[in-house]
Every structure is written in C-alpha cells, then in structure tokens.
C-alpha cells in the first residue's frame, strides 16, 4: 500500500524516528539558512545550513593541506545506505527532497516531483535521481576520512544532520564526480552560494583539510551570497 508523506511525519523520519551511486553519488549545529540574501529556495532542503557570514568563519578556520593519497581507498570503507526503521538513507533524502512524495510499504518512493538544484531539472521516477554526498566520499578520503575508523566514514556517508547529502539529477551527479569545488561548481550560479556553505559546514564539523585553489574559491562564493 503507498503512502504520502506528510511534512510532520518526514521531520520525524530525517530525525531518526522513521525513513547509490554510480560515481561518487557524487562520489553546526548553527541551524539558521542560508535561504533569503543569497541562499536559493533549494538550500531548504539542506538541513544544518549556517549564516554566509557564520560559513565564512568556518572556512577561516580549517586547515589548508595537499591533497593525501588515494591509497587503499574505496567506497566500501564508507558504509552506505544505512537503514534507519525500515527506510535507507537514500530514501529518507528522496521523501525529504521531492513534493508529494507517495512511498510503499518497503519507504521506496512510488510518485513525486523532485527539482534538481545543481540544474534546474525537473523530475517525477526517484530512479532519475542520485543522491549526491556534498563532500564526495573520495574527498573526503584525500581531506583526512582515510585515518578514521569504519563507523565515523559510515557518519559521514549517511549523515542527515548536516548538509552532506542532496537529492540530484544523475547527469549533474556524474559531471560533479569526486571533483572540489575550484574543479567543479554547480551549473546552477544561483545554487553557489547555499553549496559553498554546505561543503564548509562539511568540512569543519569532521575536521576536514582543504587546498589553497578549494579555499580560494570558497572564499569568493560566500562573499558573493549578498548578490
């Protein structure tokens, strides 16, 4: 039997009560968004979106680094799609994502309407669409994720807390690949602003590395949220 979700019951869900990637699908608790001056109505959906000037803090504070060896990496060794009360990861971001979202019995979504805001695109079969880690998993693993242990990786591969995962089109997933943000931006411009916030907010709260060319470019996406 298909059910819809209803906003109340989806906020239980992503709160841990109830509810892959092809690439690199990409492959703090500052809870204001970024939405209004310089965040896009998509930046909604991203759950633990600080201010562009709390952000900006946050990127004054990581740590700058080469990027470590892809050595011994691989996405096994981020656990994904974990299983909370019968619904993965993937599906509690699916139900979160989309409008008029139906699911079954087994949480799979049978209907909605999901707009991809890395492009614009707009899609009604959740098999369209890729779950998109903001820091890639392979990034992640470069930026310091390769010392850790297995359970913090799988946090991080499933974390609905922070603003790490995002429902997308699969084209715009695979362009992106493990690719930071001086490689690759979203074609969306007006998206910028709420996707530098996310990576920072990322990469502070697991105390994650980034490069000159990864700040630098950081840097000028916060200054431009104001536009």
């Given at each position: 039997m298909a059910r819809a979700i209803g906003a109340a019951a989806l906020a239980l869900a992503v709160g841990g009560c109830a509810l892959e990637d092809v690439v690199d699908e990409s492959d703090d608790d500052a809870a204001q968004s970024s939405s209004g001056p310089g965040g896009s109505e998509a930046g909604d959906l991203l759950p633990g979106l600080p201010t562009p000037d709390e952000a900006r803090r946050?990127?004054?504070?990581?740590?700058?680094?080469e990027p470590r060896p892809m050595t011994g990496y691989s996405r096994d060794a981020f656990p994904h799609w974990t299983t909370t009360d019968g619904c993965t990861t993937r599906q509690t971001v699916l139900a979160r994502d989309g409008a008029d979202v139906t699911v079954d019995d087994d949480c799979q979504p049978t209907s909605g309407s999901w707009v991809s805001a890395y492009d614009g695109?707009?899609?009604?079969?959740a098999g369209d669409l890729d779950i998109d880690h903001i820091v890639p998993l392979a990034n992640a693993w470069r930026s310091g994720a390769d010392a850790w242990t297995d359970d913090r990786r799988e946090e991080l591969?499933?974390?609905?807390?922070?603003?790490?995962?995002?429902?997308?089109?699969?084209?715009?997933?695979?362009?992106?690949?493990?690719q930071s943000p001086d490689e690759w931006l979203p074609p969306a411009e007006?998206?910028?602003?709420?996707?530098?916030?996310?990576?920072?907010?990322v990469k502070d709260f697991y105390e994650l590395t980034i490069t000159t060319a990864e700040r630098d470019t950081l840097a000028t996406a916060l200054d431009d949220c104001a536009n």
């Amino acid at each position: 039997m298909a059910r819809a979700i209803g906003a109340a019951a989806l906020a239980l869900a992503v709160g841990g009560c109830a509810l892959e990637d092809v690439v690199d699908e990409s492959d703090d608790d500052a809870a204001q968004s970024s939405s209004g001056p310089g965040g896009s109505e998509a930046g909604d959906l991203l759950p633990g979106l600080p201010t562009p000037d709390e952000a900006r803090r946050l990127l004054d504070g990581l740590t700058v680094a080469e990027p470590r060896p892809m050595t011994g990496y691989s996405r096994d060794a981020f656990p994904h799609w974990t299983t909370t009360d019968g619904c993965t990861t993937r599906q509690t971001v699916l139900a979160r994502d989309g409008a008029d979202v139906t699911v079954d019995d087994d949480c799979q979504p049978t209907s909605g309407s999901w707009v991809s805001a890395y492009d614009g695109e707009t899609f009604e079969d959740a098999g369209d669409l890729d779950i998109d880690h903001i820091v890639p998993l392979a990034n992640a693993w470069r930026s310091g994720a390769d010392a850790w242990t297995d359970d913090r990786r799988e946090e991080l591969a499933n974390d609905l807390t922070r603003p790490q995962l995002l429902a997308v089109s699969a084209a715009s997933n695979r362009s992106k690949g493990d690719q930071s943000p001086d490689e690759w931006l979203p074609p969306a411009e007006d998206f910028h602003c709420d996707y530098a916030i996310a990576w920072t907010t990322v990469k502070d709260f697991y105390e994650l590395t980034i490069t000159t060319a990864e700040r630098d470019t950081l840097a000028t996406a916060l200054d431009d949220c104001a536009n």
